[in-house]
């Protein structure tokens, strides 16, 4: 994997946007991370809870997303996750425009996107970078608040792994950030049990510096089902402080098989495709994964 740099002018300013959509409202928070990306706003931070969607695996043709975004549109979350393979079958612009724009695309100006594999067939995520402009301002991985939580958006489609600017850099983040809890989300799982792809060992580092921070959240896709492990360590072993991962390939691309039994997995589905929502609480948050018919096939909750 390689690893790009894009500087990022210094300097503090406050630049308040507001966007009406779904009755959201957001303000910008290029001062508190790496990246402008916009912060889920309202109240004062900490002061309320924030609903949050999430799927990656998403759009092969202009079908695929239509009954995950018209589940969101039901929800009506505050932001939405889109955790990378969004478009196929390389994340070009004309495929974004083809294949994602007409379903999810009506939740671009609340999505915070990561790429995937996928997406770096094009040109190390050309059309990503192109499609998401508005939300990234060029940045591969950034990070935003929701409400009282720290936001990570991770991309280990590029050196995510020791010694690499990325892990620096989330490691200063978490240190200036101590007492926000921490959801961090990327394309490809630290642990899963599927037929088709492998875990991410290169995100035990990553894994490693939330844990010693105050992450409780780690979310993935690439793997088109969905699992929910227990709280664990980089190791994959069980944790009291360690990060509970959930897989959500589920945005609508096609499925891929689960192999029957997986160590410390919770949860597992590979028939339905769905999303999952996340209500981030300043002192807890709750789960549910719901399928595209409505079913509620997970759910619970945890402290932040």
Not at 51 to 61: E, F, K, L, Q, S
Not at 102 to 121: C, L, M, Q
Request: glycine share 10%; proline share 5%.
């Amino acid at each position: 994997m390689r690893e790009r740099s894009r500087a990022i002018t210094a300097g503090v300013f406050a630049v308040v946007l507001t966007i009406l959509l779904a009755g959201c409202a957001f303000t910008n928070a290029a001062d508190e991370g790496r990246s402008p990306a916009t912060a889920v706003a309202g109240e004062k931070v900490g002061e309320r809870s924030v609903m949050v969607v999430a799927a990656g695996d998403i759009a092969r043709n202009p079908d695929d997303g239509r009954g995950t975004a018209k589940l969101i549109s039901s929800i009506g979350p505050d932001a939405v996750l889109a955790l990378g393979d969004n478009a196929y079958d390389r994340g070009t612009l004309a495929e974004y425009q083809r294949n994602f724009d007409p379903t999810w695309g009506r939740f671009k100006a609340i999505t915070r996107p990561v790429p995937g594999n996928h997406e770096y067939d094009d040109d190390d995520g050309a059309g990503y970078y192109q499609y998401f402009r508005g939300q990234l301002s060029g940045d591969e991985y950034y990070a935003w608040n929701a409400g009282r939580w720290r936001m990570y958006a991770l991309n280990c489609e590029i050196d995510c792994g020791r010694g690499s600017e990325q892990l620096t850099w989330l490691k200063q983040d978490l240190a200036t950030h101590p007492t926000r809890p921490a959801l961090a989300y990327v394309h490809e799982p630290r642990f899963t049990c599927s037929t088709h792809h492998p875990p991410e060992t290169e995100l035990s580092a990553v894994w490693s510096a939330l844990q010693r921070g105050r992450g409780r959240i780690m979310l993935a896709a690439h793997n088109h089902a969905y699992e929910r492990f227990a709280r664990l360590d980089a190791q994959g072993r069980r944790s009291a402080d360690g990060l509970r991962q959930f897989v959500v390939g589920t945005g609508g691309a096609s499925s891929y098989p689960l192999r029957p039994s997986c160590p410390n997995r919770i949860s597992a589905q590979d028939e339905s495709f769905g999303v999952l929502k996340l209500r981030l609480r300043p002192d807890s948050y709750s789960w549910k994964f719901i399928a595209v018919d409505g079913r509620i096939l997970d759910s619970g909750r945890g402290t932040a």
